[in-house]
């Protein structure tokens, strides 16, 4: 079954602990994204990947980090997570770019 | 600044009936829009897009009209049913969309039976 597959769905951390959200797709997509979805604020992109090392910053990349070494995956780190990284963050991949993107089920992160 | 507008947070509509979803954008590059569904604890879900070229496009239920001159883009569902009740999202893309999608603050569709 073709699917972005995201890992851990749910994770409640402490402040300053660092973390991976991995993201695996079997679709062999070239485009991928990270999005944070926030109460009042709709989706709002992290980071996204053009190709295997190929990474650029979205509108909101503070405190974030991301690495794309194989096309299938795109993990995103947080080195030294804050209380306001507490968000739904849901990652995504396209074959043809802006016309459209495949997202995973999300990742519930709570940082206290 | 806001690129994609959804002015109405919510909207309730009685089952059958139709159901319209606005979206407004600011940036003039956006070539393509495209909406997506989403329920709760589930990923976004692609609904239906449009080219720029277009003014309008239809898949089922759904419709999605575009006026360019006003910057301004809708979703018709005809008719409405109980499981469309969902959060909406508004997404636009800019010259093949490499760099990702810009996305609205969503609008959740309430369908009364």
């Known amino acids: 079954e073709a699917q972005v597959t995201q890992n851990p769905r749910y994770l409640i951390t402490v402040t300053g602990k660092k973390l991976t959200v991995t993201c695996s797709q079997n679709m062999n997509h070239e485009y991928m994204s990270w999005y944070r979805q926030d109460p009042g604020l709709g989706l709002r992109q992290i980071y996204y990947?053009?190709?295997?090392?190929?990474?650029d910053k979205g509108d909101v990349p503070e405190g974030y980090k991301v690495s794309r070494k194989e096309k299938r995956n795109f993990p995103l780190i947080l080195e030294s997570p804050s209380p306001n990284q507490t968000s739904l963050y849901f990652c995504a991949s396209s074959f043809t770019g802006g016309y459209g993107y495949t997202f995973g089920s999300g990742t519930r992160l709570t940082v206290v | 600044d806001q690129q994609v507008k959804q002015n109405s947070p919510s909207l309730s509509v009685q089952e059958g009936r139709i159901s319209i979803l606005n979206c407004d954008y600011t940036?003039?590059?956006?070539?393509?829009f495209l909406w997506y569904k989403k329920y709760p604890a589930e990923g976004p879900t692609f609904l239906i897009s449009?080219?720029?070229?277009?003014d309008k496009n239809e898949d089922g239920r759904f419709t999605v009209f575009l006026n360019k001159s006003a910057k301004h883009l809708s979703l018709h569902i005809v008719p409405s049913q109980p499981g469309d009740s969902a959060v909406y999202f508004c997404?636009?893309?800019?010259?093949?969309?490499?760099?990702?999608?810009?996305f609205g603050k969503g609008t959740h569709l309430i369908i009364q039976p």
């Open positions: 997404a636009a893309s800019a010259q093949g969309g490499a760099d990702g999608l810009t």
């Open positions: 940036n003039s590059m956006f070539d393509y």
């Open positions: 990947s053009m190709n295997v090392e190929v990474t």
């Open positions: 449009i080219s720029s070229i277009k």
